[in-house]
């Protein structure tokens, strides 16, 4: 994958949980495309039909808390979420979200400095987000080595065909 | 410098003699387990990785409980798979839709022991620390990575220690415990770390209990939830296991990343109020709440004295006109044991229905789901929006007393008060 990603904001406020973001009735569905079309259902039911691709999504505090449903993950990669960028991520949601291939970056003042709609240019390895909108930029803590490599290959599955013995 | 439970259990499981927390490890996993929603996903991760069979029949470890008879063509379907699945495969542990929750089938058929390392494709695996294990829940790609080969990477958690001491009141429970923590350490208070609990009031629970605390570590944001092993939790496991035990305690000058100590003595029945599990409150400031449903059951409380407790609450009494009472008992085991003791009866004639054992009324599957509107009252672990049916249902958690004594007076009530 590249490693430099633009595209617009959509905002979401603190403790986005994985049930808002794919609810429990949508859970038999093994299919990605058919998970995808609920991706947000709980807060915004339209999210699947609004959002483009590379668009990214901005968190607050504790994104993905809750059900280890990957589901949750498999819906905004699915649905063409380029990015996450978040206060801070829940534990299983963001181990989910490398293993998937789809970046998830902790930037603390990412709220108050994203407005829904701006236009943001992340560069993964360089560890900054810029808004293009407003010109101003963030620095955040790059992703450790092993998880740049499996955002690279576009998840766990792809990576660990290459590197059998390594999991 | 001495070891949390944590370290310990992550040293002797990547053949290390000591870990860190903040040290990763690749380790080997004890049990791999996966309820009926996430296996589909985590089987097609397995193939797709280019895994044929799975790394040790023996230790993978199938529930099919979240949709528990299955009620949709979609879930039947899911079943179905899983269940040719397992033949294909040579399972030796596969438990069909009449077995229970997952969380409480592994420990009842002898699947825990102490010091084990467990990991489940469903967030409430940390349950099973109640046994002194390190369990911790994962998503499905990861967990076709770990039936694919039995190892899995982990980053050794910081530990918090929450010390409980003192007696609890009469109908407050290991649910008020753990609520009151949630709502000290916040949602998010214990992400990426373990949650030791222990002092007198830990060590006077039951084993049930204590899988109540752990349970709940995942609502802080927890990887893991431990109880350090003592004699009854031996006595649960003999004739479950095979009583050979490797059990692992924490060591006096190990380094937690913040100590809590709760005073038992003086906790009254908690709360925790929609739409987060830390909004908690002492039930005095949210009692007469209008309530149209209570649930009884799940992974956090739906075992023998959870319904017992009920029972008494609603032995003479009945059902507010205006409300329902959903009961669902853990498991199997559970559900004879209730049967035996008459606690079923006294349920079903209280005005109860008593399902079968499931998650179904946890999650918003498929039964007892909420209405717009309404109100409910669950012991299990969940209060956010849309969680148990409706996006404009309302949520309140509490212990299985408080329930029951809501589910009589139709307004949430503190058992000690009712007429």
Known sequence: MNTRLEGKAWKFGDDVN????????YLELVNYSEIALHAMEGIDPDFPKKVRKGDIVVGGRNFGCGSSREHAAIALK??????????????????????????????????ETVGEG??????LIGGKVKNKTTGRELVFVPLPGFMVDILEEGGLVAYLKKHKDEC | MGMTVSEKILA???????????????????????PDLTTILSINAMREMGFRRVWDRDKVVIVLDHVAPASTLLAATVHRDIREFARDQSLKHLYDVDSGVCHQVLPERGHIKPGYLVVGADS?????????AFATGVGSTDMGAIIGTGKTWLRVPETIRVD?????????????????????IGADGATYKALEFGGGTVSGMS??????????????????????????????????????????????????????????????????????VDNVKPISEVSGTRINQAFIGSCTNGRLEDLLVAASILDGRHVHRDARLLVVPASKEVYLQALDRGIIRSLLEAGAV??????????????GLLAPGEVGITTSNRNFKGRQGSPEALVYLASPAVAAASAVMGVITDPRDLP
Do not use: W
């Open chain 2, 354 to 367: 008593v399902s079968n054992p499931s998650c179904g009324a946890c999650f918003g599957g498929h039964i």
């Open chain 2, 124 to 132: 409430h695996t940390c349950t099973h620390g109640a046994f002194g």
């Open chain 2, 164 to 184: 409980v001491d003192g007696k609890l009141p009469e109908y407050v429970a290991p649910k008020d415990v753990i609520l009151y923590i949630a709502g000290q």
């Open chain 1, 118 to 123: 701006d236009i943001l240019d992340v560069d």
């Open chain 1, 78 to 111: 699915q649905v063409g979420v380029g990015a996450v960028i978040a206060e801070s991520f829940a534990r299983i949601f963001y181990r989910n979200a490398i293993n998937l291939g789809l970046p998830v970056l902790e930037c603390p003042a990412i709220v």
């Open chain 2, 12 to 34: 002797r499981a990547s053949g290390q003699e000591k870990t860190r927390a903040g040290e990763i490890v690749k380790a080997e996993v004890d049990v791999a387990m996966m």
């Open chain 2, 207 to 276: 084993v049930s209990g204590r899988m109540t605390l752990c349970n709940m570590a995942i609502e802080m944001g927890g990887k893991a939830g431990i109880v350090e092993p003592d004699e009854k939790t031996f006595k649960f496991l003999e004739g479950r296991t095979d009583g050979i035990f490797d059990p692992v305690y924490v060591d006096e000058d190990a380094t937690y990343k913040r100590v809590l100590r709760v005073d038992a003595d003086t906790l009254e029945p908690q709360v925790a109020c929609p739409h987060k």
């Open chain 1, 18 to 25: 994985t049930d808002l973001i794919v609810p429990g009735k």
